[in-house]
């Protein structure tokens, strides 16, 4: 039943606190005393990727903001006051676009469909395709091209990280943040690090982006 399973969340929620308070009485004196995350984490709203728990990470280790395929765009307040909040207020020193393999966002835009409400949303990863059209059109597998827009958005979205002028600020002042791009494999578990080249990245982009 429904309400069973609303009732069970508190249920759980008292089982975790007496097991955070059994390992540490002072846990929650602490957590509430303020955070300082190292990390800003942008994923997937996907239900099947926590943030938390698949960094193996505590809470107050890491700031979070999640949306559908991991978008980072320009005109989303939402996620550009996270980014400014996290970097210039919270000071994290590495920013995280995780993607999933398996992400139905990005599924969507790979389909010539109208979604309603998601086609202004989608239209972000289908640029990301438009942009790497000769490459992913030259896979001939279906689920290895679709893999591979996975990868390809996560890398788009850092470099829209990249352009924000808090990150170039900050970085120009601090030497941090560094920009990640990270995809997590839903049939394993695994975190994969995409190797993105941060310091060329901007490089490249202030020679268009650059914040004076």
């Not at 943030?51 to 700031?63: C, K, S, W």
């Not at 394993?188 to 982006?209: E, P, R, S």
Request: some cysteine.
């Amino acid at each position: 039943m429904p309400t069973e399973r609303y009732r069970e969340v508190f249920e759980n929620n008292k089982k975790w606190v007496e097991s955070k308070l059994n390992s540490d009485k002072e846990f929650f004196e602490k957590l509430s005393a303020g955070q300082t995350p190292d990390f800003l984490y942008i994923g997937c709203a996907d239900s099947r990727v926590p943030a938390n728990e698949i960094m193996g990470l505590e809470p107050g280790d890491v700031f979070v903001h999640r949306n559908v395929a991991n978008v980072v765009e320009n005109t989303d307040l939402n996620c550009q006051s996270v980014i400014e909040y996290a970097v210039a207020h919270l000071g994290v020193k590495h920013v995280v676009v995780c993607g999933h393999y398996g992400c139905g966002g990005v599924k969507a835009a790979m389909q010539q469909a109208d979604l309603g409400l998601l086609n202004g949303w989608l239209r972000n990863i289908r640029d990301v395709y438009r942009l790497h059209s000769d490459e992913l059109e030259a896979i001939e597998d279906e689920d290895a091209r679709y893999n591979r827009l996975v990868e390809l958005n996560v890398q788009e979205q850092c470099i829209n990280v990249i352009k924000t002028a808090v990150v170039q600020k900050a970085y120009g002042k601090k030497g941090f943040p560094t920009v990640h791009g990270w995809v997590y494999d839903l049939k394993n578990g695994y975190l994969v690090d995409l190797d993105i080249d941060f310091d060329k990245i901007l490089k490249d982009i202030q020679k268009i982006y650059t914040i004076a």
